[in-house]
Every structure is written in structure tokens, then in C-alpha cells.
């Protein structure tokens, strides 16, 4: 089942003209959210902050405003069936929403971590501010990784985020993240760190993540609103693997966010 334009439809098949530009280009912006407690008001959904940023990209475009009403509507009744909505408006005004559910092994990987591999800089994504259709490149990094994430580089060699997520570092007893002018999504989930950590008067470092930097990290880790914190215990790139601890102390501070 899925919610298109108002309605709840029964099918695994959504029917788009063939000459929709979301179609044919991707031109559509999307959020995915983990619902808590069973409500769109939770602030660990944070439903304001994904809307939010919808907005954001939606006026940044010229594109249409949705019904904000029917899109909170339909969010609503799938609510009641999955715990991970993605909603995805069109340039026109249209809405879309998708469930789906957690996966079987995600409290695995965050209590023990998971590897990657650095991406080939070509896979850097577009349009990097904003969470767009055109997800190729990030889709592609990952698949072709034969990991559970891909981390994205700059030119440069910098690390930028993961295919799916925001990145955080632990050295110097302090927590590193990328800044947003580096070129990255401003996740909601990085967002929600950042406000706890300083809430906790906890320094963190918005710095580039240099090929320098990286090797200084006791442990880092990806977020996103769907997986909250997973560590990365091993990090596979060209020059030879990079090993960090995904049992780190530090990760029960940042876990903290979700017994608050």
C-alpha cells in the first residue's frame, strides 16, 4: 500500500505519465523518517524538521507547494502499518509516501558495527544541500561497494557522509562531524545531535574530515533518521583498511539523544 494524491492506494504499482520530469530526470525531493511512539508529533520523529527541509528545497526551486494537510494525512494512515515513512513531492505539488519496515539486523550493527569502503570521487552526490530523486550516484557508490556503506569524498580526498547518512569521529575528547559547506545533506538526525551535545555543553568539531584527520579517529560512526547511530569498525579504502572501535565509550554519550 502506499498514499498518492490524497489517497491510500492498495498496490505495489504507482502509474506516472511517461513524460513526468520526475520520471525522466528524478526531479522530485524526498525525507524519510522514523516514526516514535507510534506519532508524527514525537520529538524523535521530528516531523516539523523534515518538513521543514522539504520546504526548504521546494522554495530554493520554484516548484509548487503540496497540500501540507493531505501530505500529514497520509503520513498518518500508514503510520499505523510502518514504522519508516518516505515522503516524496513532485515539482507540481504532488505527494507520495511509502512505508517500509526496520531491518531484521539493525540493533546488530548498532551494537557492533559494520564496515565500509571509500567511494570513488565521481560518486559525490548532486545537488548536495538538498535530498533530490537523483540519487544515482549515492545508490551506485553503495551497491558497488560490496559494504554495508559507501563513504563519499570530495575532489580532495575529504570525507564527506556516507551514502545514506551523516558522518561523527571521536578523538581528542571531542565529537568531529563534516560542516555543511563542505558539501553535504544537513541531515535531521546530525541536526538532533548537534542541539543534544550542546544541550549536554558538549564541544563539537564542524571541520573537513582530511585524509589526515581520518586516521586520528578513536571511533566514528554514520547517522540518519532511520538507523539513528551505527559505528563503522572497519573502513576499506585504496591506500589499506583504517580500523576503528565500534565499542567506544563515547558512543553512550551521543546514544543518550534517544533515552532523553
Not at 11 to 33: C, K, W
Not at 90 to 102: A, C, H, K, S, V
Not at 130 to 149: I, M, Q, V
Not at 218 to 238: D, F, K, L
Request: net charge negative; with cysteine; charged share 15%.
Amino acid at each position: 500500500m502506499f498514499w498518492y494524491e490524497g489517497k491510500l492506494i492498495q498496490s505495489q504499482i504507482l502509474e506516472l505519465n511517461i513524460n513526468d520530469p520526475g520520471l525522466l530526470y528524478g526531479a522530485t525531493v524526498f525525507t524519510t523518517l522514523r516514526v516514535y511512539e507510534n506519532s508524527l508529533d514525537s520529538n524523535l520523529t521530528n516531523w516539523q524538521a523534515h518538513c521543514d527541509r522539504l520546504v526548504f528545497s521546494l522554495q530554493s526551486f520554484g516548484w509548487q507547494q503540496p497540500d501540507w494537510q493531505r501530505v500529514r494525512q497520509g503520513a498518518q494512515v500508514l503510520l499505523s502499518h510502518f514504522p519508516v515513512l518516505r515522503i516524496t513531492l513532485f515539482p507540481d505539488g504532488r505527494e507520495w509516501i511509502i512505508g517500509r519496515f526496520l531491518t531484521l539486523d539493525l540493533t546488530e550493527k548498532q551494537k557492533n558495527g559494520v564496515a565500509c569502503c571509500v567511494a570513488n570521487s565521481e560518486f559525490s552526490r548532486s545537488l548536495p544541500s538538498h535530498k533530490t530523486g537523483n540519487y544515482l550516484s549515492a545508490w551506485l557508490a553503495k551497491t558497488s561497494s560490496h559494504t554495508e556503506e559507501a563513504i563519499l569524498v570530495d575532489a580532495q580526498g575529504n570525507w564527506l557522509e556516507t551514502s545514506t547518512g551523516n558522518l561523527w569521529g571521536w578523538c581528542d575528547g571531542t565529537w568531529w562531524t563534516p560542516p555543511i559547506k563542505a558539501g553535504i545533506l544537513p541531515g535531521i538526525m546530525r541536526s538532533q545531535l548537534i542541539n543534544y551535545l550542546q544541550s549536554q555543553q558538549e564541544s563539537i568539531q564542524q571541520e573537513p574530515w582530511s585524509v589526515e584527520l581520518v586516521k586520528k579517529f578513536e571511533a566514528i560512526a554514520y547517522t540518519n533518521s532511520v538507523v539513528e547511530i551505527i559505528p563503522i569498525h572497519t573502513v576499506h579504502q585504496p591506500t589499506g583498511s583504517l580500523q576503528y572501535n565500534p565499542h567506544h565509550p563515547s558512543f553512550q554519550q551521543i546514544r543518550g539523544l534517544f533515552l532523553a
